[in-house]
C-alpha cells in the first residue's frame, strides 16, 4: 500500500502546530518597579505597625507619658520585644513562616485596644476637618516634611546588600536562622558570638518578605 502526501502534510502535525501556547509579553520595568517599591514599603509600614502595638502593649503601666512620647518610645521599645520573641521562637526551633505570622496577629490582637483608640481619634477628627486649626495644619506639614525626608532613606534601603559587615556576618546569621528554625552557633564567622536581636528581626523579613526587607531594621531603628 502506497501512502499519498508527506509527513509534513498529515492533518495531526498541522493541528499540533497551531495549538502552540501564546508568547507572553514581557512585563513593564515600570510596572515591575512599582510593585517592588509598593510591596516593601508595605513591609516597612507592616513591621513599624507590628513594632509600635508591642511597643504600646509594653507602655499600658506607664500613664504619665505624653503622647509624643508614646509615640516616640512605642516603635523602639517594640522593635526590642520582637527580636526577644523571635529569639524565643529560635531557641525553640520554631523560627518559621507560621509560627511568625502567628505572632505578629497575636501581637495585633492583644492591641486591638490601641488600634479602637487610633481609628475613633481619627474619626472624630474628620468632622471638624474644614475648619482644621493651626496645630492640625503644623502636624500636617510635618508629616508630609518627614515622609519627604525620609523618601531617600527608604529608597537606600531597597539597594540589595553590598556591605562588608551584613554580608561577613549580619545576613549569614539571619540565614542560618532562617535555614534551619534555630539559633545555630556559626564558629566559622568573623564574629560567632554577640548580641542578635537584630539577626533575629533579620531572620523573621528574609523569611516574609526576602532579603532587602532586612534593611527595615536599620531604617526603623535609625528613624
Do not use: K
Amino acid at each position: 500500500m502506497v501512502l499519498s502526501g508527506s509527513r509534513n502534510d498529515m492533518p495531526w502535525r498541522r493541528r499540533t502546530a497551531t495549538c502552540t501556547a501564546p508568547v507572553q509579553p514581557p512585563d513593564s520595568p515600570v510596572m515591575t518597579a512599582a510593585a517592588f517599591v509598593l510591596g516593601h514599603l508595605a513591609v516597612l509600614l507592616a513591621l513599624a505597625a507590628t513594632a509600635g502595638v508591642a511597643g504600646a502593649l509594653m507602655l499600658q503601666g506607664m500613664p504619665a507619658l505624653r503622647a509624643g512620647e508614646r509615640w516616640a518610645l512605642a516603635p523602639t521599645l517594640g522593635l526590642a520585644v520582637l527580636g526577644h520573641l523571635f529569639g524565643l521562637l529560635g531557641l525553640l526551633g520554631l523560627l518559621g513562616r507560621p509560627a511568625i505570622l502567628l505572632t505578629v496577629l497575636a501581637i495585633h490582637a492583644a492591641g486591638r485596644r490601641h488600634w479602637r483608640a487610633f481609628l475613633l481619634a481619627r474619626l472624630q477628627r474628620r468632622p471638624a476637618r474644614r475648619a482644621a486649626s493651626l496645630e492640625d495644619r503644623t502636624w500636617a506639614l510635618a508629616a508630609a516634611g518627614g515622609a519627604l525626608l525620609l523618601t531617600p532613606l527608604f529608597l537606600l534601603a531597597l539597594y540589595p546588600p553590598s556591605a562588608f559587615d551584613e554580608t561577613l556576618y549580619h545576613l549569614p546569621y539571619a540565614r542560618a536562622f532562617a535555614a534551619t528554625g534555630g539559633l545555630p552557633f556559626l564558629p566559622e564567622l568573623r564574629f560567632p558570638v554577640f548580641p542578635q536581636l537584630a539577626e533575629t528581626l533579620s531572620a523573621a523579613l528574609l523569611l516574609v518578605a526576602g532579603d532587602v526587607s532586612t534593611h527595615f531594621v536599620a531604617l526603623l531603628a535609625t528613624i
